[in-house]
């Protein structure tokens, strides 16, 4: 009997450390943010310009001026100057994902911001696509994937090699 009990107790330990790590997980990297080393304007441009150059991406709703919405409602955050929101996508993988799982839909488009902070720094913050991805299969993994994989690529080239090193820490994003 105290076999079966501690075993029961491993397999207790075992799950409420899982959840903690998966919470904790789930809160240190499901947004992620890379610092820009351009001005807000530039980094917008060039999100503009960089997203729509590749085959089928876009931008199904026009850019949001989050900050002006803000400034409308006299409820500006403290220490954010200026803020956009763009809504990245490509329609056919949207198109597959929808039809395999209709409530996905609540989920679409991924969001990118773009903000700038009272010390002048330029943010490009969004979904961890690549972690999210590893909570599904079948279609919705794969149609994750491969948004994941396309956001890193979009990343590099916004955020780009500029005089002085790296622009962004571009880690993989996942959970490995």
Known sequence: MTNLLL???GVLAGLILSTVGMIYLMRTRMVVA????????????????VVPANKGWGFPIPSWDFYQTFVKKNLV??????????FVCKSALASRVIADTPPMAGIMPC?????????????????????MAMMFSGVI????????????????????HQEGGPAGSLQKESAG
């Open 77 to 86: 955050p403290k220490g954010i100057l200026k803020l956009r929101v763009f």
């Open 34 to 49: 890379h610092r820009s080393h351009r001005s807000f304007e530039e980094t917008c441009d060039t999100v503009e310009r």
């Open 111 to 131: 969001s990118w911001a773009v903000y700038e902070q009272e010390d002048g720094s330029v943010w490009i913050s969004k979904m961890n696509i690549g972690l």
């Open 141 to 160: 993994r794969d149609a994750m994937g491969e948004v994941a994989r396309m956001d890193r690529v979009f990343l590099e080239e916004v955020l780009g």
């Open 7 to 9: 075993i029961a107790i």
